[in-house]
Structures are given as structure tokens and as C-alpha cells.
């Protein structure tokens, strides 16, 4: 892997950009937009007061081109994505200045920034935007397992999430599968998730949740905890492991929770996320049509579960407390669509007891849902 410089200005890199010279589509980065507001607004101060800013890395690969015609090149980002995402959408007037971006000092002039957009500047201050330098590092005749690990190690001590981290270990190909089901309705407009959690992609980690639980209701993983650094771990096994059948389920899967649901669902929180999508499973295998799923969960939500809240406190992330959140709205979801629990699918694997707790006292009774079902009439 070779190293060089680029001495271009935000001006050149923007015409990169818009022509497709200079992309952002590894898998394995944070997908653009991460940051705030606020944040962004402190990033173009920072453009502006010429304080220090972190270089930007780019793969730089060699375009095929015809005989005696000079070489052309093409450009990957490898870091630095939210700060150039960040300028080229201020520079296309898609970007207006948070109310607390500082006000800035250019040659004794002080420039307001504060609700601006790019059109709203002095012509200095765009002049300096454009005619900005990057220090900019070119890595040119990589591997991607070089590029894979050198993210990996370049941003272990910054501010990735646990679960950003997964992406590289899962490697490209599975990287990309996952970021493909994150764009649907269910994970873009349904789950209620916080800026904070969107800037860690907390939605993969419900994602690598939802798909760690399917796992062990077939029997093939056992966990302690769902936690972030534990579906690291699952996560880097899936490099290895992952079957066509698996990702078919998990798509299939997704697919379903898109068209059950399609707007923003208030008990579609960070804490209930992975049970619904288990749940979920359990319906489609049970042929229940997606807004008779629907129905089922905000039923669910308006109701009173003791067993599940008791569940969803301190340490909700360990088995046990997952397995009786499970327990309570398995159990529910049999007594709403009139279904006898020990005959429908599990939503864990054959060695976690389906009666526990409470439940255990119940068993006679859950046992006897939908035998009351009207019985079809004979033929003939």
C-alpha cells in the first residue's frame, strides 16, 4: 500500500464529487448525516477560523484509459466523510447554520453564522470555504482486508460505537446486506431512535439483535446478553458463518416489518425493537398478515404487562430479562390470534423453559388457548 498527498482545494473536491470522481460507498463506514445541527454548524466555523481539522483519507485507484490519453484516477472516501458530506451540502444550499453556530473573525471583519446558508455569506467567507485545503493522504495498490483493518485500527480510539466497529469485522459483502435492510420504512421512519443513538447506528445494533435472537431460536447461538459488545462478537463470527438461508430469513424478515410498519410507532423503541422483530418471525410463519401484526403490537403497547415492564428495567440487556420479554409478548400474541403456545413456533431455543416465572403457574391455562376456536364444519 503506497501513501501520497493531495494538495486540492474544497472547490476541486467538490467537482470530484458531483461527477462522480470522488464517491463515499464503503460498507463498513458510518453512513452520512450522523452528525447534528449543532455539530455542523461547528464544523464550518472550524472551515472558516482556520483551526486545526483532522486530514482526510482517501483510496485513489487508476482509471482505465485509452492509449497516449493521461491517466485519470478515482476516489474513495476512507475517513472524513461528515466533514466533506457536511461542506458540500452547505456549498448546494441544502444545509442552513444552527442558531449557536459562533460568529467568525475574517481579515478584521466579524462574518455572523448563525442561521445562515451558504448564499447568505460575505463573499469572503465563501471564497475561504472554497479555496480551503484538507491535509489529504492518498492510499494508492491496497487490499481491502488492508483498507478493512486500517479502519478498524484508525478509529478504535476516536469516537466509533461498539457497533460501528462490527461493520468491518463483518466484512464487506454482509456489511452491505445489513446496510441494505436499515433503509426500508421499518428502521428509517417506524423505530424511534435519538440523534445520539442514530450517531452511534444503534439501528444496526437492533438489527444484529433481531438477527442474533432468530439465531438462537434455530438452536445455533447462545448468548448472555445483547449488548453492543456482544453482537461485536456475534457479529465477526457472521463473516464466517452467515448461510444464504440466514439472510434470506433476516430479509424476509425486514421485508415483513416494512410493511407492518411504515410510520413512526411509539413503542418501537430501542428496548422492544429486537422482541417484536422475534415476534414477528413467529407471525409470518404463522400466516398473519402484516396489519394484523400491526394491531397485535399496538394492542400490545396499550395495554398493562407487568412481567414485560419488570423485565425492561435495569439489565434488560442479560438473557434471562430478554427470554421473559419474549415470554410475555409470545404469550400475548398466542391469546390474541387464539394460538395453543406449545404448538406454535418457540421464540427461543429448546433449552430456555417456555414456562417460567409467573408462567409456570399459568402453563395449564396458556396450554388451553385456542381450544375454544370454533371447530370447521365437515365436507359433505
Known amino acids: 500500500m503506497n501513501r501520497s498527498n493531495a494538495p486540492v482545494t474544497v472547490s476541486t473536491l467538490k467537482k470530484w464529487w458531483d461527477t462522480g470522481t470522488l464517491k463515499c460507498t464503503l460498507p463498513f463506514q458510518r453512513r452520512s448525516g450522523m ?23 482517501l483510496l485513489k485507484d487508476k482509471v482505465e484509459s485509452g492509449e497516449g490519453e493521461k491517466n485519470a484516477y478515482k476516489y474513495e472516501i476512507l475517513d472524513g466523510q461528515q466533514r466533506l458530506t457536511t461542506l458540500f451540502d452547505f456549498m448546494d444550499g441544502r444545509l442552513q447554520l444552527h442558531s449557536a453556530t459562533p460568529q467568525v473573525e475574517i481579515d478584521g471583519k466579524v462574518n455572523l453564522l448563525a442561521g445562515c446558508f451558504f448564499s447568505d455569506l460575505s463573499e469572503e467567507c465563501q471564497e475561504v470555504i472554497r479555496g480551503y485545503r484538507f491535509s489529504i493522504q492518498c492510499l494508492e495498490d491496497y487490499t481491502i482486508e488492508e483498507v478493512e483493518r486500517l479502519f478498524f485500527n484508525m478509529n478504535s480510539g476516536v469516537a466509533l460505537s461498539a457497533i460501528q466497529k462490527a461493520k468491518p469485522k463483518m466484512g464487506t459483502a454482509l456489511s452491505s446486506f445489513y446496510d441494505r435492510l436499515l433503509q426500508g420504512p421499518f428502521f428509517t421512519q417506524a423505530i424511534n431512535i435519538t440523534e445520539a443513538q442514530a450517531r452511534r447506528e444503534d439501528d444496526l445494533l437492533m438489527l444484529l439483535q433481531v438477527a442474533l435472537l432468530l439465531d438462537n431460536m434455530e438452536g445455533r447461538y447462545e448468548y448472555k446478553n445483547i449488548s453492543a459488545a456482544s453482537c461485536l462478537a456475534y457479529a465477526a463470527g457472521l463473516r464466517e458463518s452467515a448461510t444464504k438461508e440466514q439472510n434470506e430469513v433476516l430479509s424476509d424478515l425486514v421485508a415483513y416489518l416494512d410493511d407492518c410498519f411504515r410510520v413512526q410507532n411509539k413503542f418501537l423503541k430501542k428496548n422492544n425493537v429486537c422482541i417484536v422483530g422475534v415476534c414477528a418471525r413467529i407471525a409470518m410463519q404463522e400466516g398473519v398478515e402484516p396489519g394484523a401484526f400491526r394491531a397485535f403490537v399496538n394492542d400490545f403497547a396499550s395495554g398493562v404487562h ?19 420479554r419474549l415470554r410475555a409478548m409470545f404469550f400475548e400474541m398466542c391469546k390474541y390470534f387464539k394460538w395453543e403456545p406449545s404448538v406454535v413456533r418457540r421464540p427461543f431455543s429448546e433449552e430456555v423453559n417456555l414456562y417460567e416465572g409467573v408462567y409456570a403457574s399459568l402453563a395449564p ?13 365437515e365436507e359433505g
Request: charged share 20%; glycine share 10%; proline share 5%.
Open 35 to 57: 452528525w447534528g445541527s449543532i455539530t455542523k454548524g461547528n464544523f464550518i466555523w472550524s472551515v472558516l477560523s482556520d483551526t486545526y481539522v483532522f486530514p482526510i483519507i
Open 306 to 324: 407487568y412481567e414485560y415492564d419488570g423485565a425492561s428495567g435495569s439489565g434488560n440487556i442479560k438473557a434471562p430479562k430478554v427470554q421473559m
Open 365 to 377: 391455562q396458556l396450554q388451553e388457548i385456542g381450544e375454544d376456536e370454533p371447530e370447521e364444519a
